[in-house]
Structures are given as structure tokens and as C-alpha cells.
């Protein structure tokens, strides 16, 4: 008995077989063995020795507003501008000792996981999970939700991407919508300089001033939707941008002196 030979790999594709489709990545994973230990003691590590100094070094953030997370009772949402990849960095810096640690950022899938030895580091600096931006809001919201959940705060740019401009760009209703359907606070945040410092297409960073401005935790009312929750959000982020007019100070130059002193502002939303 005759049996008819396969075609084997090695031999050109018959030109009557349909064209080859595109190749499916497989999804990223949640990396959840950054947020074990010992990656967390090498992160805390990393973070003190590397990156913090660096920051401060480098641009030397001003940090308006920071009583708002130095007592967090619960897992928040920091929901803050984009337009430079300084931003996670100025973030954390901004953030206690005690939040940066139970801290998780969403970083796009599409962009730090093509490729996995990136994802894994950045991961293993910054403490990231791939968040798509095209896609799958129900996967999202489990993988985010389950985070909170488990008492980690997160980190979201409702604008979805970098500003091309500094500008705020309209966010989308992903962090209304996680918001909402979690019960979770939201923290509006400002940074301020980002731009200036590192733009589009520039891979480091320029010296420079950056202010970050934290605002009051806000949750959704009952009967809020999701759209008018997320536009209350970027509103508070946008009045956080606001420089506000000092006063002309008065009296003796020993009296102007003191009275110019920093002090610590709080920011209603």
C-alpha cells in the first residue's frame, strides 16, 4: 500500500494555501512576582539607592499637597497628567514611604511589553503591570480591581498617552469606571515641568524645575455615572495646574522673609 508523502516545514509554502496570518502575541502576565518578596526588599533597594536620588538630583521636585496620602486608610486610585515618561518617576518621589510601597503602576501593554526583558525590568524598578489601551475593559478591570482589592494603590493616566503638546489631553472614563465600580478614592494629581524636562523622543532626562501637586481624595456619589465621575476627575487635575496669584507681601524686609517661607498647602477638588 502506497501512502502519499506530507508536506514537511522545511519546503516552500503551495501558492494555493491562503496567506500566512499575523502572529498572536500571547498576553503578558500580571507579573505578580514583582510584588513578592524578595523583589519588593530589592525594589525598596533600588528605589532609595537609584532612582529617588537621581530624581531629586536631577530636578529637585517640589511637593505641594503631600498631607493627602501621609495617612492613607485604604487603597486610591492617583489619577494624574501625562506627557513625559519622567512622570512614574516624579510620582513615587511625591508619594510616602509608606504609600510608594503598596504602590502598583498601570504601564501600557502595547509599548513596555513587546518585549519582555523591558517589562521585567521596568517592573522590577517601578513595580508595573500591563494595562491595554486597546482593548479588553473587563480583563482590565479584573487584573486592577483584584489589585486594589488586595490593598495596592495604583497609579492610572486617564489621558492613555503621553501629551505630544504638555497640554492635558481629555481623559477617557476607564478610571471613572474602575473608580465606580470598586468603591475606590480617586487622588487627583499635577506634575508640573515634565514636559520641559523630558518630551517625546528624548530618551533622557534635562535638569529642571517640576512641582507636583497633589489634591484631596474624591469618591463618585451614588447616583454619579461613570463619564461625569471621570470629568469631575480631570477637572480637579486641570484646577491643580491653576497657579495661584501670591499676594503682595507687606512690611519690613525681615517680615517679607518670613512670611515667603514654604509651607504646606492643601487643595480642595
Known amino acids: 500500500m502506497r501512502v502519499r508523502r506530507a508536506w514537511h516545514w522545511n519546503t516552500p509554502r503551495p501558492h494555493s494555501w491562503p496567506e500566512q496570518g499575523a502572529v498572536v502575541p500571547a498576553p503578558p502576565s500580571d507579573l505578580g512576582w514583582a510584588r513578592v518578596e524578595p523583589v519588593r526588599s530589592i525594589r525598596y533597594l533600588i528605589q532609595r ?39 512614574t518617576s516624579l510620582i513615587l518621589h511625591a508619594l510616602t514611604d509608606a504609600a510608594r510601597e503598596r504602590t502598583v503602576v498601570a504601564a501600557a501593554a502595547d509599548y513596555w511589553f513587546k518585549r519582555p526583558f523591558l517589562g521585567n525590568v521596568v517592573s522590577l524598578f517601578l513595580n508595573t503591570f500591563p494595562f491595554s489601551r486597546t482593548g479588553g ?64 523622543h528624548q530618551k533622557l532626562p534635562l535638569p529642571g524645575p517640576i512641582r507636583v501637586r497633589i489634591g484631596k481624595p474624591m469618591t463618585p456619589a451614588k447616583n454619579e455615572g461613570t463619564r461625569e465621575f471621570t470629568a469631575r476627575v480631570e477637572t480637579a487635575v486641570r484646577e491643580l495646574s491653576a497657579e495661584q496669584r501670591k499676594p503682595e507681601l507687606q512690611g519690613t524686609w525681615i517680615e517679607r522673609w518670613r512670611a515667603s517661607k514654604p509651607r504646606d498647602l492643601r487643595y480642595e477638588s
Not at 70 to 85: D, G, K, M, Y
Not at 185 to 195: K, Q
Open 49 to 87: 539607592a537609584l532612582l529617588l536620588p537621581f530624581t531629586e538630583a536631577m530636578v529637585h521636585p517640589k511637593v505641594e499637597g503631600r498631607e493627602w496620602v501621609r495617612e492613607l486608610e485604604r487603597p486610591v486610585i492617583f489619577a494624574a497628567n501625562h506627557s513625559s515618561h519622567a512622570d
Open 137 to 200: 475593559a473587563q480583563a482590565q478591570l479584573h487584573s486592577s480591581s483584584q489589585l486594589l482589592k488586595s490593598g495596592w494603590n495604583l497609579v492610572l493616566f486617564p489621558e492613555g498617552s503621553r501629551s505630544a503638546d504638555g497640554r492635558i489631553q481629555e481623559f477617557k472614563p476607564g478610571v471613572g469606571f474602575l473608580a465606580k465600580e470598586t468603591g475606590t478614592p480617586v487622588v487627583p494629581m499635577h506634575i508640573r515641568g515634565a514636559f520641559q524636562v523630558m518630551p517625546r
